[in-house]
């Protein structure tokens, strides 16, 4: 099992719908986990980061960690086409401070 | 509001020769790191760098790459002999505290190594 898997996608959603992006990990990674955005040639743009079971909102955004089934998502409510990006997850574990990324899924939101 | 930035933001090199690429971190931060993308693949980790040294490097960053902190606000990585496969875009970042603290990336050097 890769450390931090995500389906490539693409994933596309109308405007204003709800865009649900997942990401699963292996033992290694369990430690604390990050959303990032990042633009076609660009850096990766902080979204979220999530260290507990359960859900934490902001804004448009809610992520949800479940570590029983070692999983993490993001949910971006009211979809725009600004939101059309790929987002990273990524996660930290294993005693070091180093992220591990996943491939990364591009979301497409059609206007 | 602070930002971590890179120089320079396009590099172009021939195969053999030595590249500096030059991150000023955020500036009361104290874990640096340098991550590189290869074009159409997943960040990878190269190096993290803490009091002066390297506390963790990964098993691409190998006797040709070596990173330093030249002064309190600069923070490089050295590419001795540049390689085709070395083209990417290199990224810095930093974080405040390490552990659960998220890391700050710069916008990127992308490094053409012809």
């Known amino acids: 099992q890769k450390e931090v898997e995500q389906n490539s996608g693409p994933l596309s959603v109308p405007e204003g719908a709800i865009a649900s992006l997942n990401c699963t990990y292996s033992?290694?990674?369990?430690?604390?986990f990050f959303w990032y955005r990042q633009y076609s040639g660009k850096s990766p743009e902080l979204i979220m980061s999530?260290?507990?079971?359960g859900d934490k909102e902001d804004g448009r955004f809610t992520a949800q960690l479940n570590k029983a089934s070692q999983y993490v998502s993001l949910l971006i409510r009211d979809s725009q086409p600004s939101d059309s990006a790929t987002y990273l997850c990524a996660g930290q574990g294993g005693g070091t401070y180093k992220y591990i990324f996943g491939t990364g899924t591009r979301l497409k939101v059609l206007a | 509001e602070p930002e971590v930035t890179q120089t320079p933001s396009h590099q172009v090199t021939q195969m053999g020769q030595e590249v500096i690429l030059r991150c000023v971190p955020i500036?009361?931060?104290?874990?640096f790191y340098w991550y590189r993308q290869i074009l159409g693949q997943k960040v990878e980790f190269l190096v993290s760098f803490y009091n002066n040294e390297i506390s963790e490097k990964s098993e691409i960053f190998d006797d040709q790459f070596s990173v330093e902190r030249p002064d309190g606000s600069n923070f490089t990585l050295k590419i001795r002999s540049t390689k085709l496969e070395d083209s990417a875009m290199y990224f810095c970042?930093?974080?405040?505290?390490?552990?659960?603290?998220?890391?700050?990336f710069g916008p990127g050097t992308r490094l053409t190594v012809l």
């Open positions: 999530i260290y507990s079971n």
């Open positions: 970042a930093s974080s405040d505290r390490g552990g659960l603290d998220t890391q700050y």
């Open positions: 033992d290694r990674v369990s430690q604390s």
């Open positions: 500036s009361n931060h104290l874990y």
